[in-house]
């Protein structure tokens, strides 16, 4: 399966889908007042098949005939959402993650709408047909494969994008083996340090753009509620923090491409995203970490680069690559710190990055390398 996301062309036609996603919204709130009704009566889901036939019925009553006019697939496809919903409530954490009941939406919170098979279609050039409306999109690259499902999505600024999943497999990014492999530090100020000298910097897309979010967000908050001009203010606001996350993934897709481009097997550290919030907050979410390693692992697997993440509470900082020693009394604030054993004047995060690169290549010839102490979140 391969998926594709266009932007629609900005223009009037583009209210009968705002319209349209409003009307899902109804029918969200509609179903999970009704499931939490029905649960506080019998004290457990009325399930997805009676919720199904309930819409049914619904649909042929004259207070809800204005749902006739929204698309029968998109309907079900509520339910559906709704169903997977619960079924994460009412998981014991084993098969998924556990996370609270379904909540209201606001009409302009709710984002999207999903299209299986009948109610949409792909025209000649860029044009798609939604319903009995032609749209035009922005086509920057052809579709491969048989379109199966379609998705319009609304995003924070307002723009209306296209979610198109086909059933193309893409072919693996065969390329000629490199022979080099590294392990990488994660860091701050030196976003990635390599076990081989390889580092790059940190682009803190945020920090860069910050006075410019202040500006609009103070521009937000004079404006009156539930007035044009505080839509609008928002949706400023909106597109400042769109702009710096597509700056922030542009980076991590050519640093991703980079990286499996230069190296056979890439060994990485587990890191501990919450603990790292609470000390140093924005800038961590600012880099992005996770984000990187899930793009450095899709990409590995199209080119068969080998990616392998080290445990979490291995002490890469504190350990001596040179022999071995751990340095407890090591804080964060020592940037470089000589071996009590061997006296050898070590940087801090290139000595992690080379005891990473020697614990992955360990996990790849199947030793098991785990840390001295669970208590050393280096």
């Not at 693996?172 to 000298?197: C, E, I, Q, V, W």
């Not at 390889?198 to 404006?223: C, L, M, V, W």
């Not at 680069?305 to 020693?325: A, N």
Request: glycine share 6%; net charge positive.
């Amino acid at each position: 399966m391969k998926t594709y996301k266009f932007k629609l062309h900005s223009n009037h036609g583009n209210r009968e889908l705002h319209k349209t996603i409003d009307g899902h919204a109804h029918v969200w709130n509609h179903f999970v007042a009704l499931c939490r009704r029905y649960y506080a009566i019998y004290g457990k889901y009325p399930g997805k098949k009676s919720l199904m036939r309930h819409l049914t019925k619904l649909k042929r009553l004259p207070r809800y005939a204005h749902w006739n006019q929204l698309p029968s697939q998109s309907l079900q496809d509520v339910i559906d959402r709704l169903d997977k919903a619960y079924a994460k409530l009412f998981s014991n954490g084993t098969s998924s993650k556990r996370s609270g009941r379904p909540r209201f939406k606001k009409r302009f919170l709710y984002k999207s709408f999903t299209l299986k098979v009948a109610g949409w279609k792909l025209l000649q050039s860029n044009n798609l047909r939604i319903g009995k409306h032609i749209y035009q999109y922005f086509k920057s690259r052809d579709i491969l494969g048989k379109p199966k499902r379609c998705t319009v999505k609304r995003d924070s600024v307002g723009d209306v994008w296209i979610i198109v999943l086909t059933d193309h497999i893409d072919m693996d990014l065969f390329r000629p083996t490199t022979d080099n492999n590294a392990g990488f530090d994660f860091g701050l100020k030196t976003y990635l340090t390599g076990s081989d000298h390889n580092d790059y910097e940190s682009p803190q897309f945020f920090k860069h753009g910050i006075k410019t979010i202040k500006r609009a967000n103070r521009n937000h908050s004079r404006k009156v509620n539930r007035s044009n001009n505080r839509v609008r203010a928002r949706r400023n606001l909106a597109c400042k923090h769109r702009k710096i996350a597509n700056q922030r993934q542009d980076f991590h897709w050519k640093l991703a491409h980079d990286l499996t481009d230069r190296y056979d097997w890439i060994a990485l550290e587990t890191l501990n995203l919450q603990g790292m919030k609470s000390l140093w907050g924005r800038k961590v979410s600012d880099l992005g970490f996770y984000d990187l390693v899930q793009k450095l692992k899709y990409i590995a697997a199209k080119k068969g680069v080998k990616v392998v993440s080290i445990d979490k509470w291995y002490p890469s900082s504190k350990t001596c690559h040179v022999c071995g020693e751990v340095n407890q009394d090591l804080n964060l604030r020592d940037r470089t710190w000589q071996c009590p054993n061997c006296h050898t004047q070590l940087d801090r995060d290139r000595n992690a990055a080379i005891n990473i690169h020697r614990v992955g290549a360990s996990t790849l010839a199947g030793e098991d390398v785990s840390g001295s102490s669970p208590s050393n979140p280096c």
